[in-house]
């Protein structure tokens, strides 16, 4: 059964810094691309980052620069560091394995002075 579970969010001040993570069980997640997805209140879920099995990356343009998304495969463990953060980065940040469709419970970010 797979699980993702991610942690990490919070409240931070515009400018500021978080770093996400989200540990995976149930599957082998050395072989899969590994992605961060996130939804804003009122809005659709938004694709933000993604890693691939060898450590290749690619980010959405909003978050270019300013967002890292990284992976431990001994750890099971896909991470976003998250810097420079803006209001519009407020957000309820989730994980996901391309190898299938779940999805784990998503971690709150807000960015406010």
């Known amino acids: 059964q797979v699980q993702l579970v991610e942690a990490g969010g919070g409240l931070v001040q515009p400018g500021g810094s978080l770093r996400l993570s989200c540990v995976a069980s149930?599957?082998?997640?050395?072989?899969?691309?590994m992605r961060w997805y996130r939804q804003a209140p009122g809005k659709g879920r938004e694709w933000v980052a993604a890693?691939?099995?060898?450590?290749?990356?690619n980010y959405a343009d909003s978050v270019k620069d300013r967002f890292t998304i990284s992976r431990d495969n001994a750890k099971s463990t896909v991470y976003l560091q998250m810097n420079s953060l803006k209001p519009e980065d407020t957000a309820v940040y989730y994980c996901?394995?391309?190898?299938?469709?779940?999805w784990g419970q998503g971690t709150q970010v807000i960015v406010s002075s």
């Open positions: 149930g599957f082998t997640f050395s072989s899969y691309v």
């Open positions: 996901k394995s391309d190898g299938g469709p779940s």
């Open positions: 890693i691939t099995s060898a450590g290749s990356t």
